[in-house]
């Protein structure tokens, strides 16, 4: 199970930190977590993953240099760290991972 927290409204060049907290599994093996974005009236879009073995990371060009996905291992739960968000950032977030498991979603707002 996937509970993502941390959306809310935001100025544009603020920033939030998403939380993604897991259960069911453990981030100290080796599975690949995904952060993905679905903004009004669009697709999903990917925008970060980690593999949790090595701690790599990825992102999509949209977003690389203002977003920073991370994890804490001991709480079990992914991060995601936005800055300088723009109002393109707007869109609901989900964390997804293995067993083909999803959150329920954060919408993030960058509005002035």
């Known amino acids: 199970q996937l509970v993502e927290s941390g959306g809310g409204l935001v100025q544009p060049g603020g920033s939030l930190r998403l939380s993604c907290a897991a259960s069911?599994?453990?981030?100290?093996?080796?599975?690949?977590m995904y952060w993905v974005r679905q903004a009004p009236g669009k697709g999903l879009e990917w925008v970060s993953n980690m593999f949790t073995g090595d701690g790599s990371t990825y992102y999509s060009d949209s977003v690389k240099g203002r977003f920073t996905i991370s994890r804490d291992n001991a709480n079990n739960t992914l991060y995601l760290q936005m800055n300088r968000l723009k109002q393109d950032d707007t869109a609901v977030y989900y964390c997804h991972g293995p067993f083909n498991s999803w959150g329920q979603g954060t919408r993030v707002t960058v509005s002035s």
């Open positions: 069911g599994f453990t981030f100290r093996m080796n599975w690949w």
